[in-house]
């Protein structure tokens, strides 16, 4: 009794067995189809760690020195660096740190902050570092704007940051939620340049006055009627009348206070940068997910929440989404999933066509949501979401300074020193600006420094600890390849450039590395695909002739993207090793069946010709069942589908000659193989 009886009896004999375990499979996987959470694409740890510096106002040259230099130094000696790059402005600094693809991200990001502790002392003491890794949950997936038409920029800050933020953050999944825009309220004193003078004061002592006495502080522990007291200083000021009447210093007995030489206001803050939605100044809140979240839940809770808040904020104020991920998710998914349906209907009347029996296609076609169903339950599993991957794998310094604050009922507001900018418009009225000199004595500014009008600094950027300058273009309207061929043509004619100046980077480098790494793959899928076949063949020359038919099938690949103009890219190239699989398929069962026949008695021409005639059908009938059923996405039908297009053209491509190759260009490899070594035995 052959393998294959063996098999049939086997699972005729256990066919409650099999059923219940495969119905228990697509319930668990209807299950998971529902708890999935869903993105634009998969989570991905990218090897990147970013560490952004601010120190005020220092000069570019200095902190490349001081803060950029020893913080790259710094992190070299990190296991699975590749390379540090950082780019240096006035006052800041982004120092990007790249590893290899093989590290653990959440691992090196502890390592990046540690390095940096270690260093912390050697650094500024006014700089502040922030580090984060880069991951698709960086990048906001809603954008909300709040607006309106009678009410102040500070009003709006107020309601967005104390009530809509903390409502937000309370949903679950979301991380983050940025504001962007606004006024954050603080209590301005502007303080008369001439009264300063005569106060025989500065603005530094003002601002000195309010740090060291707006405070409290415990004096102690009081007992008494067996009762424990503590016992405090309270210092602070808390409205615009406790800030008007503080004490700056005391002259001959009398106090001067801060209403004697300024005005005390509840002003903004001080901004650079206007937000506007719909044409009027508004507050922005980007709301950022958590790494495993799922961007649909997370906008049926968010949409949810602003119906409420529409009915609890004044009629004035206006709740938008100015941006929504989730729509470009929702309909990404839709889209896939119709092409799949679409799919599994065109293979029904392919198997149809083909087997002339709805009983038996029937039966071939649930092994289609079957197959669905227990994917999605490992991808359950296996942390997976639902992204356009995954659905295509199922396919195929004048502000002087803030002082101190003020606690106003949950809310910290500062309070901010500055010169009244109307006696300052101009840079002649700087000179006259009164300081205190070390003895005491009041001067003028001018007496002691020069004022000069400089041009802005330029942007300090370094690439592995070597200084560079940037050159970078966008194309339109051609690949990358032939643009990038003309470009280094063109340098290296110029014999003006020193040789090995020039390095390419960008998305190009990335590029090529995806490349190379991709061929590594698809090496490693030829090389696996050999040993299964060894394995099931015990000889070298079925595996030799199917290999050799699945590589050439590349060549279809290559053919189907040239005639639709489609570019070889990372998503055309996992085409092509899924399409080395498939082709793969088609040979094993032409020659599983030559191997029958052989044993039945049949030489091997016979034999060849033989198979070839009996799993046309079988190869015609999969191959178009499979071809037909990335139509869907090879035409891009829908939002999201032109990321898949490329992939499912590569895997068209390769079914579409598998045909000839299965049953031609395999069998002949086959035979002369054999027939070679017959010849060399002889």
Known sequence: MNKYSGLGKFATHHSLSIAFICLALCLAGTYSALNISSSVFPQTN???????????????????????????????????????????????????????????????????????????????????????RVTFSNFPIMGVSLTSRARSIIELWEVARYNLKVRFLRIPDIARVDLIGGRTPEYHIVVDPLLLQAANLTLPQVTDALVKNN????????????????????????????????????????????????????????????????????????????????????????????????????????????????????????????????????????????????????????????????????????????????????????????????????????????????????????????????????????????????????????????QDVAVTARLEGRDMGSAMAEIRDTLNRDKSIPPGSIEYGGLYQQQQESFRNLLIVLFMAIFLVFTVLLLEFRSFYEPVAIVFGAVLAMFGTVLALWLTGTSLNVVSFLGAIIGVGIVAKNGILMLDFVKHLQAGGYDLTEALVRSGRRRLRPVLMTSLAAALGMLPLAYGIGSGADMLKPLAIAVIGALCISVLLSLVATPTVYFILLHLSKKNQS
């Open 46 to 132: 990218f090897p990147r760690v970013v560490i952004l510096v601010d120190n005020g106002v220092m000069p570019a040259d200095e902190m490349m020195a001081t803060i950029t230099r020893p913080i790259e130094e710094a992190m070299k000696d990190i296991r699975g660096v590749v390379m540090v790059r950082s780019a240096t402005g006035r006052g800041s600094a982004e120092v990007n740190v790249f590893f290899n693809w093989k590290v653990d991200m959440i691992q090196s990001e502890l390592y990046v902050l540690g390095r940096l502790s270690q260093i912390r002392s050697s650094l500024p003491a006014t700089a502040e570092a922030e580090v984060y």
């Open 215 to 466: 405070f409290i502080s415990s004096t102690g522990l009081h007992e008494e009627n067996h009762m424990l007291y503590l016992a405090v200083v309270d210092g602070r000021v808390h409205s615009i009348q406790d800030i008007e009447n503080f004490v700056i210093k005391l002259v001959n007995g009398h106090p001067v206070r801060v209403k004697d030489l300024a005005q005390v206001r509840r002003s903004p803050a001080p901004i650079f940068n206007v937000v506007t939605a719909d044409g009027e100044n508004a507050v922005l809140l980007n709301i950022r997910s958590q790494p495993d979240g799922s961007t649909l839940d997370i906008a049926n809770a968010l949409k949810k929440q602003l119906k409420e808040f529409k009915q609890e904020l004044p009629p004035d104020m206006k709740l938008a989404f100015f941006y929504d991920q989730s729509e470009i998710v929702r309909s990404s998914v839709e889209s896939v999933w119709e092409a799949i349906i679409f799919g599994l209907i065109l293979s029904v009347f392919i198997l149809y066509f083909f087997l002339k029996n709805w009983g038996t296609t029937l039966v071939a076609t649930l092994v289609i949501p079957v197959t669905v169903l227990i994917t999605l339950l490992s991808m359950k599993m296996t942390g997976l979401s639902f992204n356009l991957m995954t659905l295509g794998g199922i396919a195929a310094a004048m502000l002087g300074q803030t002082a101190t604050s003020v606690l106003e009922g949950d809310r910290v507001v500062k309070i901010r020193v500055k010169a009244d900018s109307s006696g300052l418009d101009r840079l002649a009225s700087l000179r006259d600006l009164p300081i205190r000199a070390p003895d005491g004595t009041l001067v003028k500014l001018s007496q002691v420094v020069d004022i000069v009008e400089e041009p802005g600094q330029l942007e300090l950027r370094r690439d592995d600890l070597r």
